[in-house]
């Protein structure tokens, strides 16, 4: 069965850095492109970061490059986000997702969330 489960997240100072990770189970993270996305109540799913299982392609989205940053190792089925200078506008569920056809645009499979929470 399909699963990817998020860890990582927690209460953190604005300015810190936090660690995400999410392992994947159930398929190889060669030939998906994984992703991380966070959702703040109220407001709409966003985009944070997406890399490719094979070729290394990132992407980002403007509000977090330059601070985060995302990595894979496909030994352990893993994806990481390492997330620097902190603000409070950072503060989300953050979701890790897989996109089985490797185009950074559906993702079909998703986990169930890690809460980061930036505050002072």
């Known amino acids: 069965q399909v699963q990817l489960v998020e860890s990582g997240g927690g209460l953190v100072p604005p300015g810190g850095s936090l660690r995400l990770s999410c392992t994947a189970s159930g398929f190889l993270l060669d030939g998906y492109v994984i992703g991380w996305f966070r959702q703040d109540p109220g407001k709409p799913r966003e985009f944070v970061a997406a890399?490719?299982?094979?070729?290394?392609?990132?992407r980002y989205s403007d509000s977090v490059k330059g601070r985060f940053t995302i990595s894979r190792d496909n030994a352990r089925s893993s994806v990481y986000l390492e997330m620097n200078d902190l603000k409070p506008e950072d503060t989300a569920v953050y979701y890790c997702a897989g996109d089985p056809r490797a185009n950074f645009e559906y993702y079909d499979y998703w986990g169930q969330g890690t809460l980061v929470a930036v505050f002072a």
């Open positions: 890399i490719n299982g094979r070729s290394d392609e990132s």
